[in-house]
């Protein structure tokens, strides 16, 4: 069983920075591949980034270059710089975790990959 809890969400002007932070309990954070997902107001989840338990990353083409997934497993927590930030980038922002066995983009970026999600944080960006 695994528990996020997602911080680092807030207001700020387009071309501006966050770091979001999501801390994850249990003992085996390290086996769990981990993403960023969000999901904007009428709109579908979408698939922000990933990484696996190896390290290897997966990033949406509308964010590659601008933001970076990393984790620290010695403190349980998968972190989203979000660098020059967009209008459109505005969200909630969650959190996810689950284990496969295959590394692959197209199941790093599906929702059905995870088996833990945690509430979110809402990241506003303003023109």
């Known amino acids: 069983q695994v528990q996020l809890v997602e911080s680092g969400g807030g207001l700020v002007e387009a071309g501006g920075s966050l770091r979001l932070s999501c801390a994850a309990s249990?003992?085996?954070?390290?086996?769990?591949?981990m993403g960023w997902f969000r999901q904007a107001p009428g709109k579908e989840r979408e698939s922000v980034a990933a990484i696996s338990s190896g390290g290897n990353t997966y990033y949406a083409v509308s964010v590659k270059g601008r933001f970076t997934i990393s984790r620290d497993n010695a403190k349980n927590t998968v972190y989203l710089q979000v660098n020059s930030l967009k209008p459109e980038d505005t969200a909630v922002y969650y959190c996810a975790a689950g284990q496969w066995g295959l590394w692959l983009p197209f199941l790093s970026g599906k929702s059905t990959s995870y088996s833990y999600w945690g509430q979110g944080t809402q990241v506003t960006v303003s023109t």
């Open positions: 249990g003992r085996t954070f390290s086996s769990y591949h």
